[in-house]
Structure formats: structure tokens, C-alpha cells
């Protein structure tokens, strides 16, 4: 079975500071990853995900994810955040994309001006 | 293009009473997934749909919940007898048949057990 641990369960950030979402998981087989995101009153919306090839993936509003197999991290990323990105932010992990999702706890980013 | 779409978007019942969730997917999506989300948790999966069949439902508290998508496309979760811990965000998701495929989630339908 897999499990999904974010160590941070707030992170408030003032506006244009960079932020790190932490995202560790745990698996015995190979997984695909996730990033959701979860705007105040809306419903989940993928942010970006990895699946296979270039370990860095991109979104396209500036945040980005690194797969590190090693250290078993899907780390989330923004150098510069906009008090839009205020969010709930979800890491989940798939034996197989499009099967049964397995979620962290979520992070909750609170963007300062 | 409509998304996932839920109703009602908000619940609020008695325990013991019973409750029922419905949701429309994405047009064309085969397959539907029930998530419930406690307050400060992620998602969990209570039951897959591919088509009309249920392919995995073993997070599902079959004593009390039930769900149904008879014709493959909209769906019903229901719960009969509502508990206390039973309050909770209950999230609808679809996606196209296969791997590889986005998740498309509804808004959730925000479940107040008293």
C-alpha cells in the first residue's frame, strides 16, 4: 500500500517570496505523482504531475515538482508566489494514473502581502 | 464545457437520519470515483465505477453506505443510518477510461452530521 506524508500543514509566505511544499511517500512499487491544488470554494484541480522521463515537471503557473526516487520526495515549488496561489495544496501518489489516488494531508498556503 | 457536478453542495441532517449525494460526471467519462475528505485530511476513495461497475469498493463501509450508477453515467452515494463521524466533504470525480487520465473533481458536497 502507499502512503503520502506533507510534513507542513500551514505555510504562510508574504507575496513574491519563494515557497517549498514538502511531499514525502512511501511505496513498494513504482508510482506515478501528483499535485492537486484547492482554491477556496472550488474542487480539486491538478496542478501538475509526474509520470514518467524529465524528473522536473512544470505547471503552467510557475510552480514546479522534482521527483527524487532516492529520497522518495515529490517536492512542490514557486520563487515567487502571488497572493492568488493562496490554496490548499494536495500530493498524491497512483500505482497506475487514472486508478485510486492515495492523498497527503494537505498543505495550506497562506500568501501575505 | 460543464465540469463534475454535485448536489447539494451542502447537508445538514440528524444522526440516524439518511442522506444521499448525487453526481454528474464529465461527459464521456467511463469512470467515476467517490472520495471523502475529513476536515484536514486528504481525499480518500470510498468507490470506483468503471461504467456501471463497481471495480473497487473495498474502502467502502458497506453496513451503512451504498452507491449506485445504474445507467453509467450519473451516480448516488447514500448513507442510511448518518453517524457522527460520518460528517465530512464527500467528493465526485470521473475521468476517461484507462491509465494515464486526469481526475476531474466536483465541488463536494459539505456533510454536517449533528
Known amino acids: 500500500a502507499q502512503s503520502v506524508t506533507q510534513l507542513d500543514s500551514q505555510v504562510p509566505v508574504f507575496e513574491e517570496a519563494p515557497v517549498e511544499l514538502r511531499c514525502n511517500y512511501s511505496?513498494?512499487?513504482?508510482?506515478?505523482l501528483f499535485w492537486y491544488v484547492q482554491y477556496p470554494n472550488q474542487g480539486l484541480q491538478l496542478l501538475l504531475k509526474?509520470?514518467?522521463?524529465?524528473?522536473l515537471v512544470e505547471s503552467i503557473n510557475g510552480f514546479e515538482a522534482e521527483f527524487n526516487k532516492s529520497q522518495t520526495s515529490f517536492h512542490l515549488r514557486k520563487p515567487s508566489v502571488h497572493i492568488s496561489d493562496t490554496a490548499e495544496y494536495f500530493c498524491?501518489?497512483?500505482?497506475?494514473?487514472?486508478?485510486?489516488?492515495?492523498f497527503g494531508g494537505g498543505t495550506r498556503v497562506l500568501v501575505k502581502p | 464545457e460543464a465540469g463534475v457536478v454535485q448536489s447539494p453542495r451542502y447537508k445538514i441532517i440528524e444522526k440516524k437520519q439518511p442522506v444521499a449525494f448525487w453526481c454528474n460526471p464529465i461527459?464521456?467519462?467511463?469512470?467515476l470515483y467517490w472520495y471523502r475528505q475529513n476536515l484536514g485530511q486528504g481525499p480518500e476513495l470510498l468507490i470506483r465505477?468503471?461504467?456501471?461497475?463497481?471495480?473497487?469498493d473495498s474502502q467502502l463501509p458497506k453496513d451503512r453506505f451504498s452507491a449506485e450508477r445504474l445507467k453509467g453515467v450519473d451516480s448516488t452515494l447514500k448513507i442510511q443510518p448518518a453517524e457522527l463521524g460520518d460528517s465530512a466533504v464527500y467528493l465526485c470525480?470521473?475521468?476517461?477510461?484507462?491509465?494515464?487520465?486526469?481526475?476531474?473533481f466536483g465541488p463536494g458536497t459539505r456533510l454536517t452530521v449533528l
Open positions: 498524491a501518489v497512483s500505482k497506475a494514473a487514472g486508478n485510486k489516488l492515495t
Open positions: 509526474y509520470l514518467s522521463g524529465s524528473t
Open positions: 470525480a470521473s475521468s476517461l477510461a484507462g491509465t494515464l487520465n486526469e481526475q476531474f
Open positions: 461527459s464521456g467519462h467511463n469512470t
Open positions: 465505477y468503471e461504467n456501471e461497475e463497481a471495480v473497487d
Open positions: 511505496s513498494s512499487v513504482s508510482v506515478y
